[in-house]
């Protein structure tokens, strides 16, 4: 009886810190990729790019002026600035794309 609660809790907890990990990574990688220049999202809905890059923070420039968010704020690169493709890395330009959360692909939106 002790085996199979200690192997449902395992069931249980196993994939949890899977997840956990592979959402840890992603938010390196996308933190890693950010440069001058990038039109990004943050958790808000704000949309602009970056124009400073600090240890743990970014400068947007918006439409109305500037503003300083933590890098954690940020949850989407729309538009890189080398290459204009976006996330999705084509080389043409047909709109913005957004590395939707939970999801391994770029999604035109």
């Not at 890189?80 to 391994?104: I, R």
Request: no cysteine; charged share 25%.
């Amino acid at each position: 009886m002790i085996i199979l609660m200690v192997a449902m809790l395992g069931v249980v907890i196993i994939p949890s810190i899977l997840t956990g990990r592979r959402e840890k990574k992603k938010r390196a990688e996308l933190f890693a990729g950010m440069k001058k220049g990038d039109r990004v999202q943050t958790g808000s809905g704000i949309i602009g790019t970056i124009t400073e890059i600090g240890q743990d923070d970014v400068v947007l420039k918006m439409e109305e002026g500037r503003i300083r968010f933590a890098k954690a704020a940020i949850v989407a690169i729309l538009k890189s600035a080398v290459g204009g493709g976006g996330v999705g890395g084509g080389a043409k330009n047909d709109g913005p794309v957004a590395e939707l959360k939970g999801e391994s692909k770029a999604v035109r939106v």
